[in-house]
């Protein structure tokens, strides 16, 4: 078993330590973590706040598979009260790496969507154990009227893939992705799936490289 610094490395999740690693079944890890980041904004004001107030419910979010190993993150959300709003109401802190309420963590959702180009929801679900409801919710999510261009420094590739949300319908999200720094990365996903839509999209630099059609 790796120790738990390489482990910490390997995951690419900021602002966290390892507690402990809980091997559960034959093929899942448990890793419970804590956040080592101080403060939240308070959800009410929006003023940055530092009273700790203990600690949230249990959370736990699949991640990005380790070799073989399905990997599940579980964290207690630091709670943090304001001192200035009326019945000094709590604030849950949420790290960088996930979405309030979400099952999964954002690593773990770009994955998805790699896994999802020229592929069907029914198909990745089944791949990967996890519900077809859960992946249209990481769509739901990603999905970007508005591609962040600028974030992209140097556009090596840019693929336009779909994704068919069902079976046998002709209703498909377009993804956008690009080899970023030597890897292939989500940039963002569009309901539309014409070509001008991308080249409508502000910024963009209209090119189109791949344009895949799923039949
Ligand atoms: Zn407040």
Redesign the pocket.
């Known amino acids: 078993m790796l120790d738990k610094e390489t482990i910490r490395v390997l995951l690419n999740l900021p602002d966290i330590a390892i507690d402990r690693i809980v091997v559960e079944g034959a093929r899942t890890l448990k890793i419970f973590v804590h956040s080592i980041l101080e403060g939240t904004h ?6 940055p ?1 530092d009273h700790p107030y203990g600690l949230s419910q249990e959370i736990t979010l699949r991640h990005v598979s380790l070799g073989e190993y399905t990997i599940l993150i579980v964290l207690r959300p630091k709670r943090y009260q ?1 001192d ?2 009326e019945g000094r ?1 709590t604030t849950s802190q949420t790290l960088s790496w996930y979405t309030p309420r979400a099952s999964v963590t954002k690593g773990f959702e770009d994955q998805m969507l790699l896994e999802l180009i020229n592929s069907t929801l029914e198909d990745v679900s089944r791949k990967q154990g996890i519900g077809v409801d859960a992946l249209q919710g990481i769509l739901d999510r990603r999905i970007d009227p508005e591609i962040d261009w600028s974030a992209i420094e140097t556009l090596e590739v840019m693929g336009i893939d779909e994704i068919s949300l069902k079976k046998g319908h002709r209703d498909f999200v377009a993804v956008i992705s690009a080899y970023v720094n030597d890897q292939l990365r989500v940039i963002g996903l569009l309901a539309e799936r014409t070509k001008a839509a991308v080249k409508g999209s502000p910024g963009s630099p209209g090119v189109v490289i791949s344009y895949k059609t799923v039949a």
């Open positions: 308070c959800h009410r004001c929006g003023k706040i304001c200035d709003c109401p």
